[in-house]
């Protein structure tokens, strides 16, 4: 019997399938540009020579079951490699090679799964949109959301691996990808010129400055406006529709048409902020995605830490 793994490795037997049937991500009506639910991955699956499916979660759980046809990608692995120097976004020879080993050539649809968190399914969309891949989509909700889609029949696991076939990265030329990338000389310019508005996508304790994480400053960018990236998420885990992201994002300061970075503390947050913004209908957007642990590192970018509150005493 097939079962299906929650964010936190837990095995729930898919004959227990009426009682996960509210984790997937309800229709709103409103349709998102990036993000499919679950209800279309079994349509999406049936092109499947236009198709490649990336599971963004730990060996073990890919392993134990996942979409027909999906490659398993380390998230790990792909995290680290994209914060380290001599492999980072701006190693694009390197990129390109490593998105042919996984059989990818840039000019098919991609769809993009995680545990749930959705933080390492938009860090893969950001990377690979960045390079030019034609059509990258993120499946809403991650892997939990497809428990009604496997309870009813609709979707059947498969276990073992499935291996790439390795290609060359060809897209076709675009004008530019939804969001870029922008790095710590820019997002300089743009915080001393007021020329772009600063999403800080990080827990209200980072932008605080009361938890520093394994930065040796905390704080955050001078002018930043902060939503952590919980927020653009629901109950379900699931993005928000677009009209309650804009609400949000509105809400926080955040105005329509004017330039707009994110950043988080290394990549991922960020990556899920600049993906909500550029749904909501913002930007253009650019991601800081070496973000404020690559700012913090650098003792002439600017750091605000707030006042603590006056005490009762006081």
Same mark, same amino acid.
């Given at each position: ?10 095995? *729930? ?63 790990? !692995? ?24 996984? #059989?990818?050539? &840039? ?9 749930? !968190? ?13 390079? &030019? ?16 889609? *496997? ?8 276990? #073992? ?31 001393? &010129?007021?020329?772009?508005? *600063? ?13 520093? !994480?394994?930065?040796?400053?905390? #704080?955050?960018?001078?002018?930043? !406006? ?39 503390? #290394? ?48």
């Amino acid at each position: 019997m097939l079962t299906l793994c929650t964010p936190r490795r837990l095995a *729930i037997p898919l004959s227990m399938g009426a009682l996960l049937l509210g984790t997937g991500c309800a229709a709103t009506g409103e349709r998102h540009t990036y993000v499919v639910s679950a209800a279309e991955v079994p349509n999406l699956l049936r092109q499947r020579e236009t198709l490649h499916v990336l599971d963004v979660r730990p060996a073990e759980d890919y392993a134990f079951g996942h979409v027909p046809g999906a490659v398993s990608v380390d998230p790990d !692995r792909w995290k680290t490699l994209s914060l380290t120097e001599d492999t980072g976004l701006n190693q694009r020879d390197y990129w390109h090679r490593e998105f042919g080993e996984l #059989g990818i050539s &840039g000019r098919e649809t991609i769809l993009i799964y995680d545990d749930g !968190r959705m933080t390492e399914a938009a860090r893969l969309w950001f990377i690979l949109q960045l390079y &030019g891949a034609h059509e990258v989509k993120i499946l809403n909700g991650g892997y939990p959301a497809l428990a009604e889609q *496997i309870a009813h029949g609709r979707l059947e696991l498969r276990s #073992g691996a499935t291996a790439p076939t390795p290609t060359t990265f060809d897209p076709s030329p675009s004008e530019h990808p939804p969001v870029r990338l922008v790095e710590r000389a820019g997002v300089k310019s743009a915080v001393t &010129g007021l020329t772009a508005q *600063i999403f800080d996508a990080r827990s209200a304790a980072e932008f605080a400055g009361n938890d520093l !994480r394994k930065n040796a400053r905390g #704080g955050h960018l001078p002018g930043a !406006r902060h939503i952590a990236h919980t927020e653009l998420l629901d109950a379900r885990n699931c993005l928000r529709p677009p009209s309650e992201l804009r609400h949000r994002l509105t809400a926080a300061g955040f105005e329509p048409g004017r330039p707009l970075i994110t950043h988080c503390d #290394g990549g991922g947050r960020a990556s899920l902020a600049a993906l909500a913004a550029v749904e909501a209908g913002f930007g253009p957007v650019e991601n800081y995605y070496l973000s404020f642990g690559d700012w913090a590192g650098d003792l002439s970018c600017p750091v605000v830490v707030p006042d603590p509150p006056a005490s009762a005493a006081e």
